[in-house]
């Protein structure tokens, strides 16, 4: 059964950090591609970075230059480096991968970014 636990989420001013982390079970992590996205009530999950089995990563613009997406293999964990952070940037944060085109999601971690 393929699980993914996302922690490090929490209450931070403008301008703070954050270092999300994704930690997948049940599957090769090191082949699949994993994904972070994000969702406020009321609006669609959207994409904020990706990263391939090979480290190839890309950003929505809104995040570019702040956040950093990346992987370790041998902890089957994917981190969400999150700089400079706005008060846009609230929202749940969850990861996904997916396998033969079906999506296994995490319960999703709580970021809210104050003024």
């Known amino acids: 059964q393929v699980q993914l636990v996302e922690s490090g989420g929490g209450l931070v001013q403008s301008g703070g950090s954050l270092n999300l982390s994704c930690t997948v079970s049940?599957?090769?992590?090191?082949?699949?591609?994993i994904g972070w996205y994000r969702q406020n009530p009321g609006s669609n999950r959207e994409v904020v970075a990706t990263i391939t089995s090979g480290g190839s990563t890309n950003y929505v613009d809104s995040v570019k230059g702040r956040f950093t997406i990346s992987r370790d293999n041998a902890k089957n964990t994917v981190y969400l480096q999150m700089n400079n952070l706005k008060p846009e940037d609230t929202a749940v944060y969850y990861c996904k991968v997916e396998r033969f085109g079906f999506p296994t999601w995490g319960q999703g971690t709580q970021v809210i970014v104050s003024s």
């Open positions: 049940g599957i090769g992590f090191s082949v699949y591609a």
